[in-house]
């Protein structure tokens, strides 16, 4: 007995005796104490240039925050064995975090042909990360095309067919299941586009443009009255300095409904973006801008009997002023979370002397983001707002209207390649109001499939 104790306790010296600070920056490193081995790293100066230890030391001083000790560690490594992709990989996330983003692409590019699984996922985030810090300083042109189908249960926001339809004042009347404003759910095709290109003109300073086009057709011929388009253009100028941001836009969008033009937006605004730290970002955003409604011909039955009448939405023209403060956070826990909060104060002035058209908005929005897999993202977001029309409704109403609306979205991207992504997009809304005319709910789920490009 005495004989095996020895033994052991000889095994056991012999392996303290040649275990090497290699080794020991390994244990660390796999038990996640990155700052741990850093430290031990940095007390073991006559060690470096040895591959091994450099390997380790190199990955981790980039996780301890000292990049440039890590790269050049890196370096003297990979220069001796250059088929290691972990080092590779290591080295290349150097390069970005120490934002030599050239040197970094160059890396990750190399890699990106033979990865696969979870790496070649990890490498198409560091390229558009990289592609989007490039814009600071070269020019940039990004794009996309997206189409799917869906089905929307009340694509008109109509209220329930057979529902006494309550405005205050007036006598309550049945909703005929023919009429226009009864609900009607349908099948649709959704098809969208757009591009923006970026260009700096100065330190820091970058000129900005885009243009995009959105459409939804729906199956059945007699809901094709409720087909729209809109399609817009905007432009402006960025001036980065340290961690704030400040934006200027100026945008045009018009929407078209059975291919009438039915409002045309125009808005100036301002924003501001401050980032507090590497967890925390806050954003201000102002506009200003006018709501330019058009007389458009509607048919007042679903089946389209009888002429079409002027629908009279030239009367909700208007100038408006919109404020929203909003707070971003990244939260260091699995699947990588981020929660925003979001609220706002819109004011619409209606400029065809209607005050039941004129109205005071206030919106509260909160939203998750996280991805419980590498390749899945996944959004959830809720929406309050509450409406205060400032006169009588219609003019005939003894109550002024006001609405309140809750709002639930999903959104779940299934990142197939660099470019190619599929989307399932689930959006449910209720609102109330003390016109009945606007009690309604309203479900819509698309999938669609997307392409990115650059």
Do not use: C
Not at 149 to 168: E, M, T
Not at 301 to 313: C, D, M
Not at 403 to 411: E, F, H, K, Q, R
Request: charged share 20%; proline share 4%.
């Amino acid at each position: 007995m005495v004989r095996l104790l020895g033994f052991a306790l000889l095994l056991f010296a012999s392996s303290a005796v040649f275990a090497t600070p290699a080794d020991d920056l390994k244990a660390l490193i796999e038990a996640g104490k990155m700052k741990e081995a850093y430290e031990l790293g940095r007390g073991e100066p006559d060690n470096l240039g040895d591959p091994a230890f450099d390997f380790y030391f190199g990955i981790a001083a980039i996780e301890a925050g000292s990049p440039g000790e890590g790269v050049l560690a890196l370096e003297r490594y990979t220069l001796q064995y250059p088929d290691n992709r972990n080092a590779r990989f290591n080295l290349a996330r150097g390069y970005f975090v120490l934002g030599e983003d050239e040197r970094a692409f160059d890396e990750f590019s190399a890699l990106r042909g033979d990865a696969t699984g979870e790496q070649a996922i990890n490498i198409d985030r560091f390229l558009e990360a990289i592609h989007a810090r490039q814009s600071r300083y070269q020019q940039i042109v990004t794009g996309y095309i997206e189409g799917g189908v869906g089905y929307d249960s009340n694509l008109n926001a109509g209220v329930s067919s057979g529902s006494l339809v309550n405005i205050p004042g007036l006598i309550a009347s049945p909703q005929t299941p023919n009429s226009v404003s009864t609900q009607t759910g349908d099948a649709f095709y959704a098809l969208s586009g757009g591009a923006q290109i970026t260009r700096p003109v100065a330190p820091g300073i970058a000129l900005f443009g885009s243009a995009n086009v959105d459409s939804r057709t729906y199956a059945r011929s007699q809901n094709d009255v409720f087909d729209q388009i809109d399609y817009g253009v905007s432009g402006g100028a960025t001036y980065l300095w340290g961690t704030d941001l400040l934006r200027g836009t100026f945008s045009m969008g018009q929407e078209l409904i059975d291919q009438q033009n039915y409002v045309l937006v125009s808005a100036l605004a301002l924003g501001w973006v401050h980032q507090a730290d590497q967890f925390n970002r806050y954003s201000l955003d102002v506009s200003i801008g006018r709501q330019n409604f058009d007389d458009i011909k509607v048919f007042s039955t679903l089946n389209k009997t009888g002429p079409q009448v002027f629908s009279g939405s030239n009367l909700e023209t208007n100038n408006f002023a919109t404020i929203s403060g909003s707070w971003t956070r990244s939260l260091t826990l699995p699947w990588n979370p981020n929660v925003a909060v979001t609220a706002g104060y819109t004011h619409e002035n209606d400029l065809e002397d209607r005050p039941d058209y004129s109205r005071d908005v206030y919106t509260v929005r909160g939203q998750v983001s996280f991805a419980p897999m590498p390749r899945i993202s996944v959004t959830l977001g809720t929406t309050y707002f509450y409406d205060n029309f400032l006169g009588p409704y219609a003019e005939l109403s003894t109550a002024k209207r006001h609405d309140s609306n809750v709002g639930i979205d999903a959104t779940m991207i299934y990142h197939i390649t660099r470019e190619w992504s599929g989307r399932l997009e689930v959006n449910y809304n209720n609102e109330n109001s003390n016109v009945g005319l606007f009690d309604y709910d309203r479900t819509a789920v698309a999938v669609k499939m997307r392409y990115d490009f650059n």
